[in-house]
């Protein structure tokens, strides 16, 4: 109970720390009057103004491109939605929503923001323009843009505020702050940087690299492999096809329905591993790991918390579990050696045709053996 009781309260201490760094890192003063998450991050009268109409809007469509090989979005704030086109040409339209402190302000502000195409060879850029300093007057700004690519066209977005891309085919590199970033039906590799945010992705068809910073991850259904970076917050894998790769640090992450290898390092938190058709490695430093419906091998290492590991299947393992200081539970006839604070358990389940490792430096763990029957 110690144990746990000093997990929890270190864990929180240094999530509060990351968490902290994320708030003081952000944009500049400029680009903090846009509504990057329609009032989510907003407190106080921000947030409810937000909810009342904007002094002044204007709406604009910009010319296609025609055939593009790629498309950059660059340094865009605001809401940003990007779907497939139904013909070879890129489109975009896009809204400006000004608060200000009365209609002419907020007219001659929104006229000086605007999106536009910057074509090159192969593509585009989309930019938004907007003024260098502020008028006297502007309390609030939303910039919302519609975007629609062909097929096979390669983007690159760099976004502050909410995105949601839905049904591209091609390869997207999204480095995203803020909001909330919603990633559905996508056929190409996605690469995704993103802070203090909130991401959900589902039916990826391809490998997928992950760089986040606090916030949540979601996925779900990901024909193709996982790797990256998860710190502070919470990361959600289900129904991965390709290996998983992830370090996780300062949070919770949760690795199930994995039909290949899961290889996790972790810093501070807990990690929870569930049917996984392929073998498992996890080197974690502080925390919790779960991995249940084991059926392959694994090789785990804590240095100061609890493992707990639960077989599955009809195959079998090499089995030895060591705590340094500690100590090692089983269900299982394994054979149990005391050395002063160290346990050691060993033996073979079943045919012993995988490897199980377990080493806790400072702690406790668990193994139960599969199902009766």
Avoid at 174 to 202: D, K, M, Y
Wanted: charged share 25%; net charge negative; aromatic share 6%.
């Amino acid at each position: 109970m110690q144990t746990r009781r000093t997990l929890i309260i270190a864990f929180y201490l240094v999530s509060l720390a990351a968490v902290l760094d994320a708030l003081f890192g952000g944009p500049g003063a400029f680009g903090s009057i846009f509504d990057q998450t329609v009032g989510q991050f907003d407190p106080g009268s921000r947030a409810r103004e937000i909810q009342s109409p904007p002094s002044f809007e204007r709406s604009e469509s910009l010319d296609s491109v025609p055939n593009p090989q790629w498309i950059a979005v660059e340094s865009m704030h605001g809401n940003l939605r990007v779907t497939r086109a139904a013909d070879d040409e890129a489109m975009a339209e896009y809204s400006v929503k000004v608060w200000g402190s009365n209609t002419e302000v907020a007219e001659n502000f929104a006229e000086r923001v605007r999106v536009a195409w910057h074509k090159e060879d192969g593509g585009a850029r989309l930019r938004l323009e907007q003024p260098e300093t502020l008028p006297a007057g502007i309390r609030h700004v939303r910039v919302d843009v519609q975007l629609e690519l062909p097929r096979d066209v390669d983007a690159t977005i760099s976004h502050f505020g909410n995105v949601e891309a839905t049904d591209i085919e091609g390869s997207l590199s999204l480095n995203h702050t803020a909001g909330e970033a919603s990633l559905r039906g996508l056929r190409g590799p996605v690469a995704i940087t993103s802070r203090f945010s909130s991401v959900q992705a589902s039916d990826i068809y391809g490998d997928v690299s992950l760089e986040h910073v606090g916030g949540e991850v979601s996925m779900e259904s990901v024909h193709g492999a996982v790797m990256g970076t998860k710190r502070a917050g919470e990361i959600t894998l289900v129904a991965v096809d390709g290996p998983v790769e992830m370090e996780v640090s300062q949070g919770a992450g949760t690795f199930r329905s994995v039909h290949d290898d899961v290889r996790l390092t972790g810093g501070f938190g807990s990690l929870r591993i569930d049917d996984v058709d392929g073998n498992v490695s996890v080197d974690a430093q502080m925390g919790e790991v779960s991995v249940q419906g084991l059926r392959q091998g694994a090789k785990i290492t804590m240095q100061f918390g609890e493992v707990s590991v639960g077989l599955a299947g009809p195959g079998g393992w090499n089995v030895n579990a060591i705590a340094e200081r500690g100590e090692v539970e089983s269900n299982l006839n394994l054979e149990r050696r005391r050395n002063g604070s160290r346990t050691e358990l060993t033996g073979v389940v079943g045919d012993g045709n995988h490897e199980l490792s377990l080493e806790v430096n400072q702690g406790a763990a668990r193994i139960i053996g599969p199902p009766a029957g």
